[in-house]
């Protein structure tokens, strides 16, 4: 199966968004002692430095459905294989879920805290997904409107859940924040549990976009015309509901000390768990985008002459997104150096650096770049991961017999 070059360019745009906000948890002055979406502390630039990386969590995990739904319909084009069986399909998401969580739990966790005794360990976005691909490798071949219903039903119901109070016996409460909301839980004195990405939230999201890609195997005009359809219904959803400030978010938008701010108060919507309204604005803008990238004729296959509006940026955009995985372990931890590089310009010393939970390992005070120097570190390593992914892109496709670089 060729690649859909749409696909790799949405996803590159995402990637590159989302070392932003990695960049800016680090690295920015303010980052420890301040939220960039208070609106009695924040400002409207710091505010949309962490706004425009919503975007990224729900993008990636609904083209991760995408893609495994056009991973698994290889076989429609491929005759008959082991390869292509129910039971090597099932295998394959089985051992990529375990995979991706157990990538989590190590490599991500110490680059996110660079704590050795890893005495805090977060739930995040590729657990999340892993954990989705282990639900698919069971729910595969169920048809895909029912698919897309249970997605939808996750996906418009679950902020209901968020009335319900979890129970008082810890098991059950881990267990129950693990499926349905995030929470900070103390395991042992030395050891916590952060989960910042349940489940079933973002299954939601990973079984919609399963079901979605079927549009990817219809001719572009039609693709283009439901994606436009699509991205519209959400935005529009967004806005009656948002409007309305009856259901769907948490936390309902305030008129503020002026327009800006009311403003920032009506997009400023609840990613932990994400809620309805997050949901619907990002995955809206991203119909948008992919629909964008449509060409009104031709093919969408990588190689064809109508492949899709990419340009210069869009190819560049693509070599990041084809190398996804990739990309996301290494630039937590060209950050990283980044980071150490940060304090010790600064004048600090290894004694001063604080490997605690949520302190990543900086000072205690004094530390951290302003949001342009935030932007010029993003921007660096950004540059710095193309070659990388460029050379591991070349890599991976040039040796389909190494079957583990496909987990990577």
Request: hydrophobic share 50%.
């Amino acid at each position: 199966m060729r690649r859909i070059l749409t696909i790799d360019i949405a996803r590159g745009l995402v990637m590159v968004i989302m070392a932003l906000d990695h960049t800016r948890d680090l690295l920015h002055v303010d980052s420890l002692t301040q939220s960039p979406t208070d609106m009695a502390t924040t400002t409207p630039i710091l505010f949309f430095t962490r706004w425009i990386t919503h975007l990224c969590a729900p993008s990636f995990v609904f083209l991760s459905g995408t893609s495994a739904w056009l991973s698994v319909n290889r076989q429609r084009t491929t005759p008959a294989t082991q390869s292509t069986s129910p039971s090597s399909i099932r295998r394959h998401f089985l051992i990529r879920g375990i995979w991706l969580i157990f990538l989590e739990f190590t490599i991500v966790n110490f680059a996110l805290w660079c704590d050795i005794h890893f005495r805090i360990i977060m739930f995040q976005v590729i657990a999340t997904i892993g954990f989705g691909f282990i639900a698919l490798a069971f729910l595969y071949r169920l048809s895909p409107k029912i698919l897309l219903a249970i997605g939808l039903l996750i996906i418009f119901g679950h902020d209901l859940l968020s009335q319900v109070m979890l129970p008082v016996n810890p098991a059950a409460r881990i267990f129950l924040s693990l499926l349905f909301s995030n929470g900070l839980f103390q395991i042992t004195p030395n050891f916590s549990l952060l989960v910042a990405y349940p489940i079933i939230p973002w299954l939601g999201i990973l079984l919609t976009g399963f079901s979605a890609g079927r549009i990817f195997e219809m001719p572009a005009e039609k693709r283009k015309q439901l994606l436009l359809r699509g991205g519209f219904a959400a935005i529009g959803l967004f806005l009656v509901l948002r409007l309305g400030n009856f259901y769907g978010d948490p936390a309902p938008w305030t008129v503020q000390r002026n327009w800006i701010y009311s403003t920032l108060s009506f997009f400023n919507v609840s990613k932990y768990p994400p809620s309805l309204l997050y949901t619907l604005i990002t995955l809206g803008l991203l119909f948008l985008f992919l629909a964008f990238l449509t060409r009104d004729a031709g093919s969408l296959h990588a190689g064809s002459p109508h492949d899709s509006k990419e340009g210069v940026v869009g190819k560049m955009l693509a070599v990041y997104g084809k190398v996804p995985l990739f990309y996301y372990l290494i630039h937590w931890y060209l950050l990283r150096c980044a980071m150490f590089i940060m304090v010790f310009a600064e004048g600090f010393h290894i004694k001063d650096l604080l490997f605690t939970p949520f302190q990543f390992g900086r000072p205690a005070k004094g530390s951290g770049l302003p949001l342009a120097g935030v932007y010029a570190v993003w921007l660096t390593v950004v540059v710095l991961l193309y070659p990388l992914c460029r050379w591991y892109g070349r890599y991976r496709a040039t040796h389909p017999e190494k079957t583990l670089l496909r987990y990577l």
